[in-house]
């Protein structure tokens, strides 16, 4: 080969490696800064980098919320602590809001939780709601059914929160004085739900994590969770009676309305004030 046609194959050679390595760049960032992807019921998902954060309660947290509490009870945070480090080793897609009455009636064909939200002029947007854990997993049974690109689930209990809390390790990712902007809770909402993403969206882009409406993961519930779980990817326990739910809804009061406070009910429980929101995977 001749010293021209060397130096031809060289250069082409640096133009190709040089646009591949200019893609997978290309790439990673645009799934590291929070990407958006929409599905065929106009639900939209963010990409969720993984990472590590605090997850539970700090004592010294605990003392500041219980001045949020009419009449704390001693124990009141044992569920929440120890407040440990978690890493959550694989990125996931999560729902920028709670799954909306519009979604579950074009997915499920009915008509769930009180009749006077959907004779709501804004019905539509407003999340679903008498939503029991069960429930839930119908919905993602036929979801599934009908997406060729995307599997779907609930997120695990330590992902929503990871989400939640959006790179904060405070008790909220934004001060009490501003909370209103963020949330629909007791406070802001007239004892209602609204429209989902009528609030301001968290750091990392997701709405009414906290307040407007309960939202269902995977986990079971226990007690002693964080004292027994792995710290890496933790799915909670391997049995038990009562399916956690996150976030608190447009009734619940302030000391509730906080990424890292934990409630449960019989995976059978279909509250007015209990939805989901969903974790998108690709097949």
């Known amino acids: 080969m001749h010293l021209q046609d060397r130096e031809m194959t060289s250069v082409a050679r640096l133009i190709l490696y040089t ?24 639900m939209e998902f963010v990409y969720i980098s993984p990472g590590e954060f605090q997850m539970g309660t700090h004592i010294d947290d605990a003392e500041n919320i219980e ?15 120890p407040k440990h480090t978690v ?27 009180p009749r006077e939200y959907w004779q709501r002029d804004d019905w539509r947007k407003l999340p679903v709601v008498s939503i029991s854990w069960f429930m839930a997993q119908r919905f993602i049974e036929e979801l599934n059914k009908t997406d060729k690109d995307f599997q779907y689930r609930l997120p695990t209990e330590a992902e929503w929160e990871y989400a939640a809390r959006a790179g904060s390790d405070d008790v909220r990712p934004y001060p ?23 609030r301001k969206p968290n750091a990392w882009g997701l709405y009414d994590t906290l307040g407007n409406a309960w939202e269902w993961v995977n986990d079971w519930y226990a007690a002693d969770t964080y004292q027994k779980s792995t710290r890496v990817d933790p799915q909670g326990p391997a049995e038990g009676r009562s399916r956690v739910r996150r976030g608190g809804s447009y009734h619940c009061p302030l000391y509730q309305t906080r990424p890292a406070y934990r409630a ?16 998108a995977e690709k097949k």
């Open 87 to 113: 890493t959550i080793s694989k990125g996931f897609w999560m729902q920028r809001t709670e799954v909306t009455q519009a979604q579950w009636q074009q997915v499920m064909q009915n008509k769930p939780g």
């Open 19 to 42: 646009s591949i390595f200019s893609f997978l760049i290309l790439f990673t960032l645009e799934v590291d800064s929070g990407e958006f992807k929409r599905n065929r019921l106009d």
């Open 264 to 279: 449960a009910n019989a995976p059978d429980t279909s509250y007015s004030v209990i939805g989901f929101r969903l974790v």
């Open 67 to 81: 001045d949020e509490m009419v009449n704390p009870e001693p124990g009141v945070f044992d569920d929440e602590s």
């Open 176 to 198: 009490v004085s501003l909370l209103s902007e963020y949330a629909w809770f007791i406070k802001s909402s007239g004892d209602e739900p609204h429209p989902v993403a009528t």
